[in-house]
């Protein structure tokens, strides 16, 4: 890590933003860039480490947001009560679905993943007790501190980059360890890792089950700070196809790249959705296509290999 | 005779899924690249008919290949200005380039033409007539088998024609293709052209009696991956047979179960066949 004194200016700018801005919605847009990032960075687990391109991450995303409400309006639990309830879940959901979809390659793996995201979604619009086609509502009023109710986005900003400190920490030792290497192995193909010896299922489980439960959590953290939820913003397969975009225009497979494509696509969205208020999530998801449709085009493996490129360059010029 | 009532409307739509389908399964053979856009292209093509009707006053004998028509346009300018330069990038690269352009499609639609359904008269190919107690609705019967016939012609012209052989040879080995005179893009393009233009024709033929939506196009999709899957890729009489299936199984679980729960079953079949079978029913590998 020979960028460090880059990370610590990024993470004193991301830790400072809160205070170095007054305005309330750019308070907010931090809050979300740092809550996008857990749940990128998450799918980048497998995603991009291990090379599994998940088009179903709303399953796990959605079970942690639903796990939270519900635990509120069944027993009356503040909602983040519900998060290890939502990783339980998806830890549950993701070996059942994972070990026999691991068998798939390449394409088949990730409409395999649709598949069985648009199953869950369409179960809980249908559910009565996950609110059906309504969806579910937080406590309107904070009742005590625990239901981590707030009118301002600054305490939402610090418990998100707790948790992203706390992820990007394990994905920093994940990827120098043992398992960092397979997984490495196993996104060049899963026949010459096995040759190598690689447990290629098992390794591949293990990064979905730790890729499912961050998920999971973000998807809680969604729920407790927006405070509603419905079967279409929590498990929707555009929920799925964001943590996709967020991750491969940073760039897949890197420790960064989750939140750098936060950085920029989260600003983007929101101001679009601020412009063109009610009907802008159509102009939100156009610009949002269009600007992976550019990415797939001419840079396929994100801005990180812009970075690399430019940095390579100059450790080359100065020997 | 209420479930062969239902048998029957859920073939007529099934052919209509193989019509599709079976552009989305020879893309995916030549070149193991998967259109998630697919089902956006029969919402586009679906608009067309619409439009063509209500302000140019085409009957479907003008708006069925108009649309085939400007979606083989589409498709080939896809191939050339996007698939050509993701295929060659990792897999990653291809998912999002599609995927992107539907997103770009589907939402375009939705700012254009408003997230309301419409739809066109009822009427169109004439009305529902009974044949031995069985009720069929003329537009449904002239859209399954329109829709056979098609599909089977494609089959046909790429089992028995020249140009079938280039495009199959393509497919089969790119290299060998070249040493043999045969220019791979060139092919790929025309068989994004066919493959979007099979969009063109049966999106044009829902039309006649459903509803259009910007959003339509994805569980389109959806049923359209389901339908190759199954079938195998590359293979037009698997995707014929697994779309008539598929037709079949919808409308049957939709009066069995219900409406809602009729992808819930269609899902978890092809799930399971992927988990059993992964290579798909009719595929060989």
Redesign the interface.
Same mark, same amino acid.
């Given at each position: 890590m020979k960028q460090w004194p880059l990370v610590l200016i990024g993470f004193l700018f991301i830790a400072a933003w809160p205070l170095l801005v007054d305005d309330v919605f750019l308070q907010r847009v931090g809050a979300l860039v740092l809550l996008a990032a857990i749940s990128a960075s998450a799918w980048n687990l497998l995603g991009g480490y291990a090379g599994q391109v998940s088009v179903g991450h709303a399953v796990y995303f959605g079970a942690g947001a639903y796990a939270s409400l519900v635990v509120y309006t069944e027993l009356g639990w503040p909602p983040i009560a519900g998060a290890p309830v939502g990783v339980a879940v998806s830890l549950a959901i993701a070996a059942l679905i994972g070990t026999p979809t691991f068998r798939l390659r390449g394409h088949y793996f990730s409409m395999a993943t649709i598949a069985a995201a648009e199953l869950f979604r369409i179960l809980a619009a249908n559910w009565p007790l996950l609110g059906a086609a309504v969806g579910l509502m937080g406590p309107p009023v904070p009742r005590t501190v625990a239901d981590l109710s707030f009118l301002s986005p600054i305490p939402y900003h610090y418990l998100f980059l707790a948790v992203l400190v706390v992820l990007l920490t394990l994905t920093w030792k994940m990827q120098r360890s043992r398992m960092g290497y397979y997984l490495a192995a196993i996104r060049g193909g899963d026949r010459a890792a096995r040759s190598l010896g690689v447990p290629v299922l098992r390794y591949k489980l293990y990064a979905l089950l730790l890729s499912a439960g961050f998920t999971s959590i973000a998807g809680s953290l969604y729920a407790v700070m927006v405070g509603f939820i419905d079967p279409d913003s929590a498990l929707g397969i555009l929920i799925s196809v964001k943590l996709l975009i967020i991750a491969a225009l940073g760039g897949a497979g890197t420790l960064f790249g989750p939140l750098v494509g936060a950085m920029i696509l989260i600003p983007l969205e929101e101001t679009t959705n601020a412009m063109f208020g009610g009907g802008g999530t159509g102009i939100t998801f156009i610009v949002y296509g269009a600007i992976i449709l550019l990415v797939a085009r001419f840079q396929p493996r994100g801005i990180a290999a812009l970075w690399e490129a430019i940095t390579t360059r100059r450790a080359s010029r100065v020997p | 005779m209420i479930l062969l009532q239902v048998t029957v409307s859920g073939l007529l739509m099934g052919s209509v899924y193989a019509l599709f389908s079976s552009g989305l399964t020879l893309i995916?053979g030549m070149m193991?690249v998967?259109n998630f856009a697919h089902g956006d292209f029969v919402m586009l093509a679906m608009y067309a008919a619409f439009f063509a009707f209500t302000l140019l006053k085409l009957g479907p004998i003008f708006f069925i290949p108009g649309a085939a028509a400007i979606l083989f346009v589409l498709g080939v300018v896809v191939y050339l200005g *996007?698939v050509r330069?993701?295929a060659k990038?990792?897999? /990653? @690269?291809?998912? &999002?380039?599609t995927?992107? /352009? @539907? =997103?770009? &499609?589907? %939402? @375009?639609a939705?700012?254009a033409f408003t997230a309301n359904f419409v739809s066109l008269p009822s009427n169109l190919a004439g009305g529902t007539f009974d044949f031995y107690g069985l009720r069929i609705e003329a537009s449904r019967l002239l859209a399954g088998v329109l829709a056979l016939v098609i599909t089977t012609g494609m089959h046909l012209v790429l089992t028995r024609t020249a140009l079938g052989s280039r495009l199959l040879a393509v497919a089969e080995d790119r290299n060998a293709a070249m040493l043999m005179g045969i220019r791979p893009d060139r092919m790929q393009a025309v068989a994004w052209g066919i493959g979007a233009a099979s969009t063109g024709v049966a999106g044009a033929l829902i039309a006649l009696f459903f509803y259009v939506s910007p959003t339509v196009g994805?569980s389109l999709s =959806?049923i359209a991956?389901?339908v190759v899957?199954l079938g195998g890729f590359g293979s037009v009489p698997g995707a014929l047979i697994a779309g008539l299936g598929i037709g079949v199984i919808q409308a049957l679980s939709a009066y069995l179960i219900g409406a #809602? %729960?009729q992808? #819930?079953i269609v %899902?978890?079949l092809? *799930?399971l066949v /992927?988990?059993v079978r992964?290579q798909g029913l009719m595929g060989t590998n």
């Open positions: - | 995916w193991n998967v *996007l330069h993701v990038g990792p897999m /990653l @690269a291809q998912i &999002l380039g995927f992107g /352009l @539907a =997103l770009v &499609l589907r %939402y @375009a939705f700012w994805e =959806l991956f389901v899957c #809602v %729960y992808d #819930v %899902y978890s092809f *799930l /992927l988990w992964p």
